[in-house]
């Protein structure tokens, strides 16, 4: 398979956060820029509903997913509460680092 292709596929596949995790392999960001749309969710009970229809393992729990279909980037996370909320925005941040390119 051309490296084209491999890239082409990987980006469609969801992205996806974890509370907690620490990510060894790291494939850094490949665009320099990106469309995005953003859906706040109240909670991550609703998030992980929707991380699951995108095609994200439903035995794993969520903080943020997103997907890129063709230009734009879909990025679902649960609402920040102010600029306080560090993890909350961490997890923006995670999301919108894969709809560049970046993939762990
Ligand atoms: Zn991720």
Known sequence: MKLSS?????AFLPGCA???YIYNDHYPSTLTTVK???EWFDSE???NE???RIGLDSRNH???CSIK???IGYIYVVKPKDFNDHFRLEVLGHELYHMLGAYH
Request: glycine fraction near 4%; charge should be negative; charged fraction near 15%.
């Open 69 to 71: 279909v063709k230009d």
């Open 6 to 10: 491999i890239i082409a596929a990987l």
């Open 45 to 47: 009970v609703e998030l």
């Open 62 to 64: 969520y903080t943020g």
């Open 18 to 20: 974890f509370a907690t």
């Open 50 to 52: 929707m991380c699951w």
């Open 36 to 38: 995005v749309e953003i």
